[in-house]
C-alpha cells in the first residue's frame, strides 16, 4: 500500500469526464461513429460466455463471500458492443458497463450460473485492502493453490455491483481494494491474454474502477464493452418469456396467442409513432431502443400481458389513439391492469348490478397509494378521496385487504418490478396528498430512469409535490440515458409567491420544460447536477449509502444559493464549477468534501465554515456583473422569477422588504437598480402602486403593465417597439 489513496481518488475523478455524457459517447468515439447511430460491431453475450473457460475451481462448502449463482430464467441473450469482436475477450480483465436496469447483474449471474465462476457481489460484501486475495482462499481446486490458478486463468472471479459497493464499502475501502488487486495481478505476467476479472457495473463505476487499475499497474491488459439494449427480436423474445412464465394453464395469454402477438406488434408500432420514428427506425436508434429495448420494460409488459383478459381491446385502443408520449404508450396496456383490478373489486362490491360507486373508488390513483402503503409496510388507509360510510365502506375496507396483497404489480410485499414499482409511486405522488412517511421506496426506483419517465407526463403548473420527493425524482431523472442530450440544459428553481413554495423548471426531450410547484424545504439524493438554485428556504443533501462511512452525494456544475444546507452524507464529491452560498449550514462533523479538480466558490457561511473553507474559491459570484449595463441583467432575472400578471409586496421606497424570499435576491445585486427602475415605470404609466400600513410600517404594492419578457427582448433586441422608445432610454440611462 502506498498511503497516497485520497490524493489517487481526487484525481481518478478529476481525470473523468462527467458519467453522463460517457454513458453513450465512450462507444461512439472509440468507434467513430455518428451521434445517434448505434455502436457497431456488436457480438451476443454469449461469446463471453463461451470465451471464458470453465474454471477449475469453485466456492468451498463453507465459503460466505464467493458463491455461484442460479442461472436466472427467463434470459435473454443481450448484445454487446465491442470494439474489436476477434480480440474482445483476450484480457487479464474485462469491464463490463451498461446504463441503469438494463441487466448487468441479470447477465453476471447467467455467466456465474452457466459457466460455474464465483461471483462476488459488492452490494452485499464489502471489500478493503486484500480482500481478493483472501477472497480467493474460498474456492478449492484439485491440482493447485487457488490464487496459483487465478494468475493462470484458471479461478477467474466475477465482481457485480461496484456501483453499490462504492456505497457500502466507501470511495477508500474500494480504491485499497482496487490498488491491492492490481498488485495480486501483477506478482505474475505469465498469463495476459485470458480473463482473470470480470466486472460488472454502470459506465461512471466501471471507468473509475478501469482508471484505478491502470493507474496503479499499466501492464495489466484490460478490454471494455457495453451491454446493448435489446433488439425487435431479442424483444419480442423477452416479452413472450416472461409472459409464458406468468402465464397459467387457462390464461388468455396461452389460448389467444395471435392476437397476443398483435398486441404486441400494436404495441411496438405505437412506439415509434410517438418517437416519431419508422418501424424499422425504433430499433436503429439510441431513442428507440431506449423505450422500447429496455429490459425491465419488456418483463413488465410480457408479465401484464400474461394478466389480460381481451387482447383486442387493448389493441384497438393503441391503434386509436394516435401519437403519445413513448412513455404513455408503455401505460397504456398497464392501464388495463389497473381498469381490470378496479373492475373486478367493483363488481364484487355492488349490491346490485345498477348501483352506483364513486368514480375515485380503487381507481388507479387510489391502488397507487394503497400497494405504495403495502409495500412499506403500513395501514392500507388509502388517500382519504373515497368518501363512502356505513355498511359499504366496511366492505370496502375489508376488499382492499383482500386485493391489495394480491395485485399483478406486487409479489411478496414487494413491486414486481422496477418499472411497475416506478408507475406506482408516481401515481401515488403526483396527486399531491399523497406524502411518503419514508423513502425507502424510492431510494432504489430513483436509480433508475423509470420513476422520472412515469412521473414527468403528470407535471404541470397546476400541480404541488412534496419537496422531499423532488431529489428522488432528479435522481431519476439524471440516470436516463436519454438525458444525454439534455447537457447544456439547467434545471432551475426559484420562489415564487410563497415563502415555502418553490417553482421548479426541468428541461425534456423534446426542448420544452416541465414546470410544477414544491413545498420547500427541498430534498435531494445522491446527487445534484447542471442546476441553478436560488430560493429563500432550506435544502437537504441526502448522500445515496449508509450513513456513518459509505452515504455519498455528489454536485456538479451547479449554483446553489439558499437560506440554510442541510448536509446527510458522510461525504460530498464536487465536479465540474460549483458556487455554494447559505446563511446556515448543518452537516456532520466527520463530513468529507472532495474537490476532485473542480473549480469553485464559496458565499455566505460556506466561505467560513469548514470543511467547506478549506477548498480554496477560484470562482466569482454568479451575480456579480456580467453585461456592460446593470439594466439588462436585472430585467433579464425579473423575467425568471416574476410571473405575469404579478403584484409586488415592497418598502414605501421599493426596496425589498427584509426576509421576503420572492424579493430577497434583489438586495445582492441590484439594491439601488431596483428601486430606480420602478419609479422610471411610474413616470411612464408602467407600474401603479397602492400604499398601506402606518407610519413606520407603510409598504408599497406594486403593479405592473408590461411583460418583463418584452423588456427584456427590447433591451437585447433594440428596435421591437415593444415599449415606448422614452422609456427605454430613461431606464438605460438612470439604472445604468
Not at 484480457?91 to 456465474?112: C, D, H, M, N, Q
Not at 505476467?189 to 473509475?208: A, C, E, H, Q, V
Not at 419488456?298 to 383478459?309: H, I, Q
Amino acid at each position: 500500500m502506498t498511503g497516497r489513496l485520497p490524493d489517487l481518488t481526487h484525481e481518478l475523478w478529476g481525470r473523468l469526464p462527467p458519467p453522463l455524457r460517457r454513458l453513450r459517447r465512450a462507444s461512439r468515439v472509440e468507434l467513430n461513429l455518428p451521434k445517434g447511430s448505434i455502436p457497431v460491431p456488436e457480438v451476443p453475450f454469449s461469446a463471453l460466455v463461451k470465451a471464458i473457460q470453465t474454471p477449475g475451481f469453485s466456492p468451498k462448502s463453507d465459503a460466505k463471500r464467493l458463491r455461484v449463482a442460479a442461472v436466472p430464467t427467463p434470459f435473454v441473450d443481450p448484445n454487446l458492443i465491442v470494439a474489436d469482436p476477434a480480440t474482445a475477450f483476450r484480457s487479464e480483465i474485462i469491464f463490463v458497463g451498461a446504463p441503469a436496469a438494463v441487466g448487468k447483474s441479470t447477465a453476471a449471474r447467467y455467466l456465474s450460473g452457466t459457466q460455474n465462476i464465483p461471483i462476488l457481489d459488492l452490494s452485499q460484501v464489502p471489500v478493503s485492502t486484500g480482500s481478493l486475495r483472501t477472497l480467493l482462499l474460498e474456492l478449492g481446486g484439485p491440482h493447485k493453490e487457488p490464487v496459483d490458478g487465478f494468475h493462470d486463468g484458471e479461478a477467474p472471479i466475477i465482481i457485480d455491483a461496484i456501483d453499490e459497493g462504492r456505497l457500502r464499502s466507501g470511495e477508500t475501502g474500494v480504491e485499497s481494494f482496487l490498488e491491492t488487486t492490481a498488485e495480486l495481478l501483477l506478482e505474475s505476467r505469465l498469463t495476459t491474454n485470458r480473463p482473470k476479472i470480470i466486472f460488472f457495473g454502470r459506465f461512471d463505476s466501471i471507468d473509475l474502477a478501469k482508471a484505478s487499475l491502470e493507474l496503479y499497474a499499466p501492464s495489466i491488459t484490460t478490454t471494455s464493452v457495453s451491454i446493448d439494449f435489446f433488439g425487435r427480436e431479442q424483444a419480442w423474445k423477452l416479452i413472450d418469456a416472461y409472459a409464458q412464465s406468468a402465464s397459467k394453464d387457462n390464461s388468455a395469454y396461452s389460448k389467444f396467442r395471435e392476437p397476443a402477438r398483435d398486441l404486441i406488434e400494436a404495441y411496438f408500432k405505437a412506439i415509434a409513432a410517438a418517437l416519431g420514428h419508422t418501424e424499422e427506425e425504433l430499433w436503429t436508434t439510441e431513442q428507440g431502443k431506449a423505450f422500447a429495448g429496455y429490459a425491465p420494460i419488456l418483463e413488465a409488459v410480457g408479465t401484464m400481458l400474461a394478466r389480460l383478459d381481451n387482447f383486442q381491446e387493448v389493441t384497438n385502443r393503441l391503434n386509436q389513439t394516435g401519437t403519445h408520449e413513448a412513455w404513455q404508450v408503455i401505460e397504456t396496456v398497464l392501464n388495463e391492469i389497473f381498469d381490470r383490478e378496479k373492475g373486478k373489486l367493483c363488481d364484487q362490491l355492488k349490491s346490485r348490478p345498477d348501483e352506483k360507486l364513486p368514480p375515485e373508488l380503487y381507481d388507479d390513483h387510489e391502488q397507487a397509494v394503497l400497494l405504495a402503503q403495502y409495500v412499506a409496510g403500513k395501514q392500507l388507509a388509502g388517500s382519504g378521496r373515497v368518501q363512502v360510510t356505513g355498511p359499504l365502506a366496511n366492505k370496502y375496507a375489508a376488499m382492499v385487504q383482500q386485493y391489495v396483497p394480491e395485485h399483478p404489480f406486487v409479489r411478496q410485499r414487494q413491486f414486481s418490478n422496477s418499472v411497475l414499482g416506478s408507475v406506482v409511486m408516481a401515481r401515488a405522488i403526483s396527486g399531491g396528498k399523497f406524502q411518503l412517511e419514508d423513502h425507502d421506496q424510492l431510494k432504489p426506483l430513483s436509480r433508475q430512469p423509470f420513476l422520472w419517465r412515469s412521473i414527468s407526463s403528470r407535471l404541470n403548473e397546476d400541480k404541488l409535490l412534496h419537496g422531499d420527493d423532488i431529489g428522488y425524482l432528479l435522481n431519476s431523472f439524471w440516470s436516463d440515458p436519454l438525458t444525454l442530450d439534455l447537457m447544456s440544459s439547467v434545471i432551475s428553481m426559484r420562489n415564487l409567491e410563497e415563502d415555502d413554495l418553490i417553482n421548479v423548471r426541468i428541461p425534456l426531450l423534446n426542448r420544452s420544460t416541465c414546470a410544477f410547484f414544491a413545498y420547500s424545504p427541498v430534498k435531494f439524493y445522491g446527487q445534484l447536477k447542471d442546476a441553478d438554485i436560488d430560493i429563500g428556504s432550506k435544502i437537504v443533501l441526502v448522500g445515496d449509502g449508509e450513513r456513518g462511512g459509505g452515504a455519498t452525494f455528489l454536485i456538479s456544475n451547479s449554483t446553489v444559493i439558499c437560506s440554510e444546507v442541510e448536509v446527510a452524507s458522510d461525504r460530498v464529491r464536487l465536479h465540474g464549477r460549483i458556487w455554494m452560498e447559505a446563511e446556515i449550514i448543518a452537516a456532520p462533523t466527520h463530513l468529507q468534501i472532495h474537490k476532485n479538480g473542480s473549480e469553485v466558490g464559496w458565499g455566505g457561511r460556506f466561505a467560513e465554515q469548514f470543511p467547506w473553507n478549506r477548498e480554496q474559491a477560484t470562482l466569482d459570484a454568479p451575480y456579480q456583473k456580467e453585461d456592460d449595463d446593470n439594466l439588462t441583467p436585472l430585467v433579464r432575472e425579473c423575467v425568471k422569477r416574476f410571473p405575469g400578471g404579478i403584484t409586488l409586496m415592497l418598502a414605501s421606497d421599493y426596496t425589498s422588504v427584509p426576509n421576503d424570499p420572492q424579493t430577497k435576491w434583489i438586495d445582492r445585486r441590484f439594491s439601488e437598480a431596483f428601486p430606480t427602475l420602478i419609479r422610471v415605470m411610474h413616470r411612464h404609466g408602467l407600474a401603479e402602486t397602492e400604499s398601506y400600513g402606518g407610519a413606520g410600517t407603510a409598504k408599497a404594492r406594486v403593479r405592473f403593465s408590461l411583460k418583463w419578457s418584452d423588456f427584456l427582448e427590447e433591451l437585447e433586441h433594440s428596435g421591437k417597439k415593444l415599449l415606448p422608445e422614452t422609456f427605454i432610454t430613461e431606464a438605460r440611462e438612470e439604472v445604468g
